[in-house]
């Protein structure tokens, strides 16, 4: 996987999810938070990275160099991970699991065990956007490396050829679209990524544009039957449903193939595909590498409104933290400040800046011409940041995994049992019985 964790983007559920500074010592931040890792800015720092597309074609290693311009006394190290979310959490039971990190899905209440922190939150909400994600009873643990819209990416040019003129804005509009393509076009009108499974997990990125509802991981852990319709939940399942059930995805889903999709959707061979912002360089690069061109490479927001208006949850990429054990930690602290920061990396992958007073990306501009308003997920209430998690672990729904979702996609291609009523019913029964322990 050449890009990127299961879920985004994930606004701030602290599973995905997600995204400074000069130096260790130089404003921005307040300065409790930069003078909470202490010492010289010296020593050996690993950085373990789920962009192994970075690490394979010399851009994190361009990004050390301009680095240790300015740090001479630090050696900076890259490791990339194809399989990050699964092996980093395999890692974690040692202590040797780099110097700098992307957070895993580890619970909030475990950052303390496995991360350093680096001040307190409140000395950085001034500067910094996405600071829930890392952020535990008061104290910041991580500062995300970007940030990402929620949406949908789109070729263009299909959408051109057939005949859908106006993007749609809620479910129905959106399977006349498709169907549009179907009908009309060569193109698999929607992409599942069923088979790498992490894919499916981005629309969960949606959370909370649906209903305009800044709480709504709580909403969502609180509600006894979050899949009944008028919810978030109902809104992103039963799309991902209706467009399966519709014919209107690939014909074979355990077939599918992530860095092919890429270039599939570039080149026009697919439609759309539900991901997060991030993912619009890495395919119009595939679409230019492949003879297209990435002007017909577009996004849109979730096809939902609430009143006529589209909402869009922006939320941060995975968090950079400090490895408790490293033995460079100032160092650590230092390159995670200055590539958030300085490097580019926001600028050049077409991401939302972690930094407030930053614009937003070019890749963003058709949200702005369609009247998309952004929105960001509001910290969890104390003594909650972990109650999302702990519904979904006792439920054993992976709100943050492809399993539950594959189900989905099984019911309605008629490869399992049941329909999206008594699939939702069943949902409900146990998500219902897990509120009631958990948050009753």
Known sequence: MASRKAMTGLVA??????????????????????NAIDGEVKGDIKVVTWRTDLVEDGTLEAYAEEFTEKYPDVTVTFEGITDYAGEMLTRMSTDNYGDVIGIPAIQPDQYEQFLEPLGETADFEDTY????????????????????????????KVFEEAGVTDLPTSESEWLDALQKVKDNTDAIPMYTNYKDGWPLTQS??????????????????EDPAPWTEGTDMYAIDSLLYETVAAGLTEEDPLTTNWEQSKVDLGTGKIATM??????ISQI???????GASADDIGFMAFPANVDGTQLAVIGGDYNLAVSRHSESKAAAWAWIQWVVAESGYTETQGMVSPLKDAPLPESLSDFEAAGVKLMEINAAPAGKEGLLNEVSSDSQIDLYGPIYRQKLIDVARGAADGDKDSYFAELNERWGASVEKLAG
């Open 13 to 34: 559920v602290a599973a995905t999810t997600a995204l400074l500074l000069t130096s260790c010592s130089s404003g921005g931040g307040g300065s409790d938070a930069d």
């Open 129 to 156: 956007r996405f600071l829930p994600a890392a952020s535990y009873e008061g104290t910041q643990y991580g500062i995300a490396f970007g940030g990402n819209a929620n949406g949908v990416v789109y070729n263009k």
């Open 204 to 221: 969960f990125g949606n959370l909370g544009a649906v209903t305009n509802d800044p709480d709504a991981p709580i909403t969502l852990a």
């Open 274 to 279: 539900p991901l997060g912002s991030w993912a």
């Open 284 to 290: 119009e690069q595939a679409a230019e590498d492949n």
